[in-house]
């Protein structure tokens, strides 16, 4: 980030001073390099420009060895600048202390992890800078007035108000401060109508690593710059025009797979009511066949369940766990061992509950598919239990099994895609990462508990969004 730029004129030349800051920019180093950005974080280029305003030549500060120099305060950098200039130096000042008055940051966020993760995010970009965060409407209006912020990030929606409302509160009492949506998710649509509603950027938590950039630069054009505003409606534009392409892309490849494969199933079918007399071998092959058509299928509906989840909006609607979770199993009956697992329901709902149907069965169907897939077969009692919790505030579902439960080795990965941590998986490796994911975009949070031969138990919280539905 560019933190001094002055010009000088010497002779028919125009020299430019620019003071760039790196601990600002640079994010992708390791952590030794990060560190020493840090002790020297400041470097000075030298720009010569002739009457005509072409620059004739571009350089960096040198030291003798004519390696690029760095220093640890603008005040050394601006030293420098007046060495190497001579005389023409001589008019190079900055008051430092006003340079790098500490950044002021209101955040609208009401889980705690997410603030400490902003705050990790725009430390180790180097920012110097300090956080208010709010959760309700009562406390933003006061910081409004009190906290006198550079800077509002904002969650897109908590459980009182969301991102736009908190815009129309913000413009009143300051109208061009900057405001930076933050959220776990957001479609192209609502990117859009962000932008034209006034907002200066908005940032994926998923993609936390922009927001430094997307602080500096709302900070640097402000609210006002037509342009700015312009250039993101553009990349929203763009953004739709690639993921319509995407969408339509992802279900022609899964139709186009998954027609030939059902006619395979069909042939397949047909070929072993015809060949009553079929050899053990070829009957055999014949259920291979089968089951890599339709671990082929699987994968094929998982990745059309992950582009559903980073599509479509967010569908709230009153959710019976009860029934829901029923249905679920109902769905699995015709697995393989789904008979001998004893099944333990426990539902306690004094309240409705609200959120989106789709998504919490995407999470319950993976994780009692999973009971049922790895359940300890050596075992004389194998059985899932799940319990519901349902407050005004949230849903606590804990699913126990005491199947043959996950080495602790993998458990720090077990989230990630395409990861297996068990050699008797017969999925695709994405059915956990899609249950991570979808309860990310619910805004919830989800933890894991598993030793292997003993059992595997997963913690989930999820928001109730009554609130949402009445406000």
């Known amino acids: 980030m560019e933190v001094f730029h002055k010009a000088l004129q010497v002779g028919m030349l125009k020299l430019e001073i620019s003071i760039i800051d790196r601990s600002n920019t640079i994010l992708y180093v390791s952590p030794e ?31 003798d060895q004519g390696n690029i120099k760095y220093y640890s305060t603008i005040s050394l950098a601006i030293e420098d600048a007046r060495n190497k200039l001579g005389e023409s130096g001589e008019g190079l000042e900055y008051d430092e202390a006003a340079g790098e008055t500490q950044l002021k940051i209101l955040l609208i966020e009401d889980v705690p992890e997410d603030i400490e993760l902003m705050s990790m ?67 192209e649509v609502q990117a859009g109508n962000f932008i034209r509603q006034g907002v ?20 640097r054009h402000g609210n006002n710059s037509l342009a700015t505003r312009e250039e993101l409606l553009s990349k929203v534009e763009e953004l739709t025009r690639t993921n319509k392409e995407l969408e339509n892309m992802i279900y022609g490849v899964a139709h186009n797979l998954r027609s030939p494969l059902n006619s395979v199933l069909g042939l397949l079918d047909l070929a072993r009511q015809e060949g009553i ?48 979770l029923e249905d679920t199993l109902e769905q699995m009956k015709f697995m393989k061992g789904f008979d001998r697992l004893r099944k333990q329901l426990d539902v306690t709902q004094a309240c409705l509950f609200y959120s989106d149907s789709y998504r919490v069965s995407t999470v319950l169907n993976n994780l009692l598919s999973n009971a049922i897939k790895y359940m300890d ?41 395409f990861y297996r941590a068990t050699s008797q998986s017969e999925g695709t490796g994405l059915g956990l990462y899609l249950v991570k994911d979808t309860i990310q975009t619910l805004k919830g949070t989800i933890e894991i508990e598993s030793h292997e031969g003993k059992g595997t138990s997963f913690m989930i919280s ?5 609130d949402t539905i009445w406000s």
């Open 200 to 219: 200066n950027d908005y940032v994926l938590k998923s993609d936390l690593h922009r927001l430094p950039l997307a602080i500096q630069k709302a900070i």
């Open 33 to 63: 390099e990060y560190q020493q950005v840090l002790l020297n974080p400041y470097s000075v280029t030298l720009t010569a420009r002739d009457e005509e305003d072409k620059r004739i030549w571009q350089t960096p500060v040198m030291d």
């Open 277 to 324: 007399s079929l050899s053990k071998n070829l009957a055999h092959y014949f259920q291979m066949m089968e089951s890599s058509i339709r671990k082929l299928d699987t994968s094929i509906n998982d990745v059309l369940k992950l582009a559903k989840n980073a599509r479509h909006e967010t569908a709230l609607e009153k959710i019976d766990f009860r029934k829901l």
């Open 462 to 466: 999820l928001p109730n969004q009554c």
């Open 377 to 417: 077969n050596s075992k004389p009692d194998p059985f899932v239990h799940v319990t519901v919790d349902i407050t005004r505030e949230q849903a606590l579902i804990h699913i126990k099994d005491n199947g043959i439960g996950i080495n602790k080795t993998y458990l720090s990965k077990i989230f990630s895609m």
């Open 121 to 187: 995010t725009l430390k180790k970009a180097g920012l110097d800078f300090q956080i208010k965060p709010v959760d309700t409407q009562e406390e933003f209006a006061e910081a409004l007035t009190q906290y006198k912020a550079d800077i509002i990030l904002s969650d897109h929606a908590t459980p009182q108000f969301n991102s736009l409302e908190a815009l129309s509160m913000a413009r009143k009492v300051n109208p061009v401060i900057p405001f930076i949506v933050v959220s776990g998710g957001v479609s």
